[in-house]
């Protein structure tokens, strides 16, 4: 089997479907928005930012990702955020993305929550029109604040959700389990919103369970530790449960100490349908083809495991049938 090469991978035609928005703010666009807004920050340059995207686990990652969020106050703002990561897609060959963003990281700082919505929507859609990237938008719920909070959310979507296709859970997994948000999974499939939740990261093979049949998921984000389990990995492998694996983060936030310790080709031969995200590329180290090549060299990926990726993440999209069909054909 051939192994993938770094310039095959970059032009594998490929879908995102666990990306966070806020997390694609790279250093010069926050300095650049920083600047635009008259907001001051605890950094000089660029350079020092870089330096504090050095952290070892979560909470110390999830520190300075919202204090880079607060350059983010105006429309255009988060248009130019959301162009910035689709004109990245489109040179790595990106298809159709499926990103999340966090309303309640702005909404908390007094920015409403049509105004983070409008720039990420103008953003899709000139997406679309541009660059020929589809989408489908995800909005998630902070899980380290209450069950209340996510619901005051929720009611601030439901003007849009003609735009928004599904809720998510993130933030910091330990200590608040998936249940906590039951009651407003519930609410939101009665919306007719799909529901993905982040599980299985920090957290246990556990949390994996209550996700898939407590808030009745459609995808698990992340989803590591499942092979904590053996009952789990098969009953994942029977439903083709989707997993949205992101290997740079997992290593970045030592999930895994090393790349080649990484589990994503384990579970891919059991036949669970693992796909390759990026999550907060800005902060972890790379986009969606630096994730490819690094499982490349520290994984020996071949061409063909690296289609059956691609392929899984078509399968686990939100797409119609039609978008689904087009996205195949063009893996060859």
């Not at 807004?37 to 340059?45: A, G, S, T, V």
């Not at 998510?168 to 009665?190: I, M, N, T, W, Y």
Request: hydrophobic content about 40%.
């Amino acid at each position: 089997m051939t192994k993938a090469s770094h310039e095959w991978l970059n032009k594998l035609p490929k879908v995102e479907l666990h990306l966070h928005l806020e997390g694609s703010l790279e250093p010069e666009l926050m300095f650049a928005l920083a600047q635009r807004n008259n907001i001051e920050l605890p950094f000089k340059n660029v350079e020092e930012v870089r330096a504090a995207y050095e952290f070892s686990n979560l909470q110390d990652f999830l520190d300075i990702y919202y204090q880079g969020a607060n350059v983010l106050i105006h429309e255009q703002d988060f248009y130019d955020l959301t162009w910035a990561y689709l004109s990245k897609c489109k040179e790595q060959n990106v298809m159709h993305v499926e990103p999340f963003f966090d309303p309640q990281t702005h909404t908390d700082r007094g920015v409403a929550f049509r105004t983070v919505l409008n720039g990420i929507i103008r953003a899709l859609k000139d997406g679309q029109e541009k660059l020929g990237i589809t989408s489908e938008l995800i909005m998630c719920f902070l899980r380290h604040l209450s069950e209340e909070a996510a619901f005051e959310t929720l009611e601030m979507a439901e003007p849009y959700l003609d735009v928004i296709i599904g809720v998510g859970l993130d933030s910091s997994e330990q200590g608040h389990p998936p249940e906590k948000f039951s009651r407003v999974f519930a609410k939101a499939r009665e919306l007719g919103l799909k529901t993905v939740a982040h599980a299985g990261e920090e957290g246990p093979a556990e949390y994996v369970w209550t996700a898939i049949n407590d808030l009745q998921v459609s995808r698990v984000d992340h989803g590591v530790r499942s092979i904590d389990d053996e009952k789990l990995m098969q009953h994942l492998a029977e439903t083709r449960m989707p997993l949205t694996v992101c290997p740079l983060s997992n290593t970045k936030l030592c999930v895994f100490d090393d790349m080649s310790q990484h589990n994503i080709l384990t579970m891919l031969e059991q036949g669970v349908c693992v796909t390759v995200n990026s999550d907060d590329p800005a902060y972890f180290g790379g986009y969606m083809t630096e994730n490819f090549v690094a499982l490349a060299d520290a994984l020996d990926l071949t061409e063909a495991q690296a289609s059956q990726l691609v392929k899984n993440s078509i399968e686990a999209s939100f797409v119609n049938e039609q978008r689904r069909a087009e996205m195949m054909a063009l893996l060859g």
